[in-house]
């Protein structure tokens, strides 16, 4: 198991961007793959974005945030990133970095959660 830690949210307006950080602790930190998901108030948590820790390869992106959001991240900082440009309302939530710690595995180590406000 990992521990992990967000910041990076906040508010800002439509058009606007903000940049996530989720920082992971714990002995030999190497996580299987990383991922970004969302949940807004009564609403289903919404698989954002997934990255391969080792490669960086980019695994999964939801059709809504294609083209705005990256998801990316620092080995040396044991750190992953989710750049969200041209932030729209409908991308408010609480955003939360979660950590699948082995291949076929859960996603079973999860941040606090950060509030994403994007007014009109």
């Known amino acids: 198991q990992v521990q992990l830690v967000e910041s990076g949210g906040g508010l800002v307006q439509a058009g606007g961007s903000l940049r996530l950080s989720c920082a992971g602790s714990?002995?030999?930190?190497?996580?299987?793959?990383m991922a970004w998901f969302r949940q807004a108030p009564g609403k289903e948590r919404e698989f954002v974005a997934a990255i391969i820790w080792w490669s960086g390869a980019t695994t999964y992106i939801v059709n809504s945030v294609k083209g705005r959001f990256t998801i990316s991240r620092d080995n040396a900082k044991n750190t992953v990133y989710l750049q969200m440009n041209s932030l729209k309302p409908e991308d408010t939530a609480v955003y939360y970095c979660?950590?699948?710690?082995?291949?076929?595995?859960?996603?079973?180590?999860w941040g606090q959660g950060t509030q994403v406000t994007v007014s009109s």
């Open positions: 714990g002995r030999s930190f190497s996580p299987y793959a």
């Open positions: 979660a950590a699948q710690n082995r291949f076929g595995g859960d996603y079973d180590s």
